[in-house]
């Protein structure tokens, strides 16, 4: 079982950027595949951005595309996420997660995190 801190959230003005960090744990590394989730107040957790474990490959939510970028550090166990041209339906909490696939089906079989509050003002 991997364990999973997310850290970064934060209030920002619409149009704005804001970072957010992802540090896994564990005594066994055992996933492809890491990657970022939101939800947002009434809404169901959706699919933001994914990374496979080399980070030769990348894929986003529509919604997300060409403002978003997810990158990773295997050696630190970390994964990050660039938020860039945020609007106020970014607001959400956004929650890391892994899973043992390169090609992770919903629903992800790895670990969830505990959450990080992104809200996007004006």
């Known amino acids: 079982q991997v364990q999973l801190v997310e850290s970064g959230g934060g209030v920002v003005q619409a149009g704005g950027s804001l970072r957010l960090s992802c540090a896994a744990s564990?005594?066994?590394?055992?996933?492809?595949?890491m990657g970022w989730f939101r939800q947002a107040p009434g809404k169901e957790r959706e699919f933001v951005a994914g990374i496979s474990w080399f980070g030769r490959n990348t894929f986003y939510a529509d919604s997300v595309k060409g403002r978003f970028i997810i990158s990773r550090d295997n050696a630190k166990n970390m994964v990050d996420l660039q938020m860039n041209s945020l609007k106020r339906e970014d607001t959400a909490v956004y929650y890391c997660a892994t899973d043992p696939r390169e090609a992770p089906a919903e629903p992800w079989a790895g670990s969830w995190g505990q959450g990080t509050q992104v809200t996007v003002s004006s």
């Open positions: 564990g005594r066994r590394f055992d996933t492809y595949t």
